[in-house]
Nanobody, 126 residues
Framework: QVRLVESGGGSVQAGGSLRLSCAAS????????MGWFRQAPGKEREGVAI?????????SYTDSVKGRFTISQDNAKNTLYLQINSLKPEDTAMYYC??????????????????WGQGTQVTVSS
């Protein structure tokens, strides 16, 4: 059974920082991608950042977070991280960790991911 458990969310003021973690277990294979997605009330789930585990560790970010968010992983600990700096109120959302074994031309598309965590809430006030 694949399990992904997020932690590290919270309520912070604009300009602050958070570090989200995703602990993974139960895999019988190495995911091709792991990533972070977010969903705000009334909006569709969007890809935030992904890391291509099966492709040499390359990363991809949605335009709105470039320069502020950094995705990384610790393979020894089976943990994925998202360092979030310079938070803005529009970053407020539930943040989800996800994984997939399938290559895709559009890795930020949440529809391509098979396994999901329960999410961790990030709330940014101004």
């Amino acid at each position: 059974q694949v399990r992904l458990v997020e932690s590290g969310g919270g309520s912070v003021q604009a300009g602050g920082s958070l570090r989200l973690s995703c602990a993974a277990s139960g895999y019988t294979y190495s995911p091709y991608y792991m990533g972070w997605f977010r969903q705000a009330p009334g909006k569709e789930r969007e890809g935030v950042a992904i890391i291509t585990t099966g492709g040499g560790g390359s990363t991809s970010y949605t335009d709105s977070v470039k320069g502020r968010f950094t995705i990384s992983q610790d393979n020894a600990k089976n943990t994925l991280y998202l360092q979030i700096n310079s938070l803005k109120p529009e970053d407020t959302a539930m943040y989800y960790c996800a994984a997939t074994s399938r290559w895709t031309r559009y890795p930020l598309d949440p529809g391509r991911f098979d396994h999901w965590g329960q999410g961790t809430q990030v709330t940014v006030s101004s």
